[in-house]
């Protein structure tokens, strides 16, 4: 909590709450009363004072005019985003009571909280767990992002860290697998711009390419959704040619053997019908991946939001281990977990135990996030949800099928409390919409989850207005419903202390120096993890796994459709999914809501840069802007960026355009596993 002063300012550390795989170190300069600006904090361990784009003014969105400063309650339709203030206590009380009456009439499955990743730390984003678990709320399953990623690379490597991407300095060729690094993963920009500087190669595998391609030497661009067919294809050639590490895959890898003879039918040409990419193009990129000493593949999550997701990272995760690479420093595969923490006793402050066994038998099916729209629109007894609780989510533009999710928040019987810091496409639905604090007005512990840091940081301003943190709101909540446990007498500074008092595995083996940083508030990292030590079931890397539908990994087809066109999703540089859409100068540079396709698909459809298209499907119409580059893969029509409805919240955006289907492992989001065509629009559209 150390500030240091200068005239009329003072700094202190904080970290970075959004979905990143970074957690930067950020310094905060306030006046004591507001946020006056933020840097990167140089003394990090990782990001050293690189932060992007986004959060480099972050004091205008925590000084925003448009923050919701007081609660809210809804006077106009469902919708229609018209409310008047009102006190916390009548709020609270209104809540707690109409909660209390569903639970009586009902039950908690009548009850279903929704949050996903607006905040991402340990608190603020769990600490509603445990208000859930003492009601008896009905389960959400939350897997909107990379939730096929994860538990891909667990079929292969268990609990194996992968590389932290600070590993990649020694590998001698970087294979980047659908990842749009530029946007997403900064500080491998550096990285990849001094891999290239020392004469070694960067590739990239990829469906858009629009941002990524000056980065790269090479781009190759596939169909979505093959990317399990173009590893198998690599392995192919890697096998017949003599480039697997065989000494290595006989000691460390369980099944190689019976791989091995799969191997032979999945040739170049069967993998280039189904890929796109031709033959030749398989063989050199398999040759050169195999003549590497430390090749290192980083995955995006992109390629697992597929039907057949999980089958696609665990082939590329595979292919990672070939040639022998992860026995090599730099070698192997970067972009899952790398093996940090748990730091710290989570279910201290998510409370599975608040949950009675006793309710077990009645509970209800959990609900997938994914399939909020069928959820919310569900009349059957039983399984009808009355209240829905958001916070740190906004699933009125990022959940699959917009229009469904739309439907159930349109239900007059709903009754809906949004917890936010802006009236979003979800709020205007609220009957209560509750003020939020900013993560400067908070106090939290932050795991980077795509490095080995870990963080704390303590609330650098107050909140503004009557805005309140998660764990504040759900304390005042729980008193409310009459929970009397002692959990929900704490502030968050004494749930911080206490997780700080029951450290986990992370945190067995660190300083004293370090213990007095985190106590303070700043971040520390954490050795790599060992790649030459598998934690898997038998020590081995699990090529095959029997507790798998198919135990011998294979190529299976995604969902796809009917229609020609393979609609993807790509993160926008300027923000990151639904957050910093209150930021005009951002959204102003990101420009409308665009549609990009190869010049070839363009042409066969007669559609020019600029057009105006409806982008169509059996789900939904969606109007965009069209853009053509070659720079996608044929066959792919490729969005990036969330955008908002219209004024009037009519108009749909790209997430109508997807089913909610989910993945093969771990029931995961297939956002990228979806079709459409495309056509020159009839008249002007609303929406842009
Ligand atoms: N600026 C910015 N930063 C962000 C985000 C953001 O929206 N904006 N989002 C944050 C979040 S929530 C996350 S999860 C991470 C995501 O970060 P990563 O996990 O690195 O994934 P993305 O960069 O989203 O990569 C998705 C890429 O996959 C490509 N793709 C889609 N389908 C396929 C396919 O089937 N095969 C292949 N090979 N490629 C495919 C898309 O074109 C896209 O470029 O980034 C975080 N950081
Ligand atoms: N079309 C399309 N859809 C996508 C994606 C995509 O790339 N394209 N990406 C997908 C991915 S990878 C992800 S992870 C999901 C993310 O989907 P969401 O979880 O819905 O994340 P955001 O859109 O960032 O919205 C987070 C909201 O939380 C609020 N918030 C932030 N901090 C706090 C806090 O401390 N307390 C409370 N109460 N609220 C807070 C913010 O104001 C914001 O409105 O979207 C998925 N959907
Ligand atoms: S959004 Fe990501 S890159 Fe940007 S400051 Fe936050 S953690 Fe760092
Ligand atoms: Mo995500």
């Given at each position: 909590m150390v500030k240091e002063k200068t005239q009329m300012t003072y700094t202190q550390k904080t970290i970075c709450p959004y979905d990143c795989p970074a957690a930067c170190g950020l310094l905060a300069e306030t006046d004591g009363t507001r946020l006056v600006t933020v840097q990167g904090d140089k003394d990090h361990p990782m990001t050293k004072g690189l932060i992007c784009r986004k959060m480099q003014n972050y004091e205008k969105s925590v000084n925003s005019v448009n923050r919701i400063l007081t609660p809210l309650k809804r006077v106009g339709e469902k919708g229609e985003g018209r409310f008047v203030p009102v006190t916390w206590e009548e709020a609270v009380e209104e809540i707690a009571g109409r909660f209390q009456e569903i639970l009586k009439e009902d039950g908690g499955n009548a009850i279903l909280p929704v949050y996903f990743s607006g905040v991402m730390s340990v608190i603020q984003r769990?600490?509603?767990?445990?208000?859930?678990?003492?009601?008896?709320?009905?389960?959400?399953?939350?897997?909107?992002?990379?939730?096929?990623?994860?538990?891909?690379?667990?079929?292969?490597?268990?609990?194996?860290?992968?590389?932290?991407?600070?590993?990649?300095?020694?590998?001698?060729?970087?294979?980047?697998?659908?990842?749009?690094?530029?946007?997403?993963?900064?500080?491998?920009?550096?990285?990849?711009?001094?891999?290239?500087?020392?004469?070694?190669?960067?590739?990239?595998?990829?469906?858009?390419?629009?941002?990524?391609?000056?980065?790269?030497?090479?781009?190759?661009?596939?169909?979505?959704?093959?990317?399990?067919?173009?590893?198998?294809?690599?392995?192919?050639?890697?096998?017949?040619?003599?480039?697997?590490?065989?000494?290595?895959?006989?000691?460390?890898?369980?099944?190689?053997?019976?791989?091995?003879?799969?191997?032979?039918?999945?040739?170049?040409?069967?993998?280039?019908?189904?890929?796109?990419?031709?033959?030749?193009?398989?063989?050199?990129?398999?040759?050169?991946?195999?003549?590497?000493?430390?090749?290192?593949?980083?995955?995006?999550?992109?390629?697992?939001?597929?039907g057949n997701g999980g089958m696609n990272v665990r082939l590329v995760v595979i292919l990672s281990a070939i040639t022998g690479a992860w026995g090599k420093p730099g070698g192997g595969f970067c972009g899952s977990n790398p093996g940090a923490g748990p730091y710290v006793a989570e279910e201290r402050v998510t409370r599975p135990d608040f949950r009675k066994k006793e309710w077990e038998d009645e509970a209800g099916e959990p609900v997938n996030i994914n399939q909020l729209g069928q959820a919310l629109c569900c009349e059957e007894k039983g399984k009808r949800i009355r209240a829905l609780y958001v916070y740190g989510s906004n699933p009125a533009l990022t959940v699959s099928d917009q229009s469904a999710v739309l439907k159930g928040l349109a239900r007059s019987d709903l009754f809906t409390v949004v917890h936010e810091r802006f009236i979003t496409d979800t709020a205007r639905y609220a009957d209560f919409v509750l003020p939020a604090t900013f993560s400067v007005e908070?106090?939290?512990?932050?795991?980077?989850y795509g490095y080995c840091t870990f963080g704390t940081a303590y609330q650098v301003v107050k909140p503004a207005g009557q805005c309140k943190s998660n764990w504040d709101t759900f304390r005042l909540l729980a008193r409310a419903m009459g929970y009397e446990e002692e959990y929900f007498d704490r502030t968050e500074e004494e749930v911080l202390w206490d997780l700080l008092e029951h450290p986990d595995k992370g945190l067995l083996n660190i300083s004293e120096e370090e213990w007095q940083l985190l106590e303070k508030g700043g971040v520390i990292t954490t050795p790599f993890a060992d790649h030459g030590r598998f934690l898997t079931e038998d020590g081995r890397i699990q090529i095959v796994n029997e507790s798998l539908a198919d135990p011998l990994p294979c190529y299976r087809e995604n969902h796809g459709g009917q229609e020609p066109l393979c609609l993807v999703a790509v993160p926008s540089f300027y923000t990151l999914n639904s957050t910093f859409l209150d930021r005009e100068d951002l959204t102003g540079r990101r420009g409308e809501a665009r549609i990009f396709l190869h010049p070839a698909d363009g042409a066969a459809r007669g559609i020019k840069e600029g057009d105006l298209v409806e982008v169509f499907n059996d789900l939904a119409q969606v109007c965009f802007r069209a853009g053509i580059s070659d720079r996608v893969a044929k066959g792919v029509a490729a969005v990036p960026g969330v955008f908002r409805q219209d004024a009037d919240g009519r108009a749909l955006h790209v997430n109508a355009l997807h089913h909610e289907r989910l993945s093969d492992m771990a029931d995961a989001t297939t956002l990228n596993d979806n079709r459409v065509e495309i056509r020159l629009a009839a008249r002007y559209c609303d929406s842009l």
């Open positions: 769990r600490c509603g767990d445990a208000f859930f678990n003492r009601l008896g709320a009905r389960q959400l399953v939350k897997s909107l992002c990379s939730s096929a990623k994860g538990a891909g690379y667990k079929s292969v490597m268990g609990d194996t860290g992968c590389l932290d991407p600070r590993e990649l300095k020694d590998s001698d060729f970087i294979l980047i697998w659908g990842s749009n690094v530029k946007s997403t993963r900064i500080h491998t920009m550096p990285v990849l711009a001094q891999a290239r500087k020392e004469g070694k190669r960067v590739v990239l595998v990829e469906a858009c390419a629009l941002d990524m391609a000056d980065t790269c030497d090479q781009v190759v661009l596939l169909k979505p959704g093959t990317d399990g067919a173009l590893a198998l294809a690599m392995m192919h050639v890697l096998a017949k040619e003599g480039m697997t590490d065989e000494e290595y895959l006989k000691k460390h890898a369980r099944g190689y053997e019976l791989f091995k003879k799969t191997l032979v039918t999945y040739t170049p040409e069967w993998a280039g019908e189904i890929t796109g990419v031709p033959a030749e193009t398989i063989r050199e990129l398999a040759r050169e991946y195999g003549k590497a000493s430390a090749p290192a593949i980083l995955m995006g999550s992109g390629p697992s939001r597929q908070q106090t939290d512990c932050y795991t980077a």
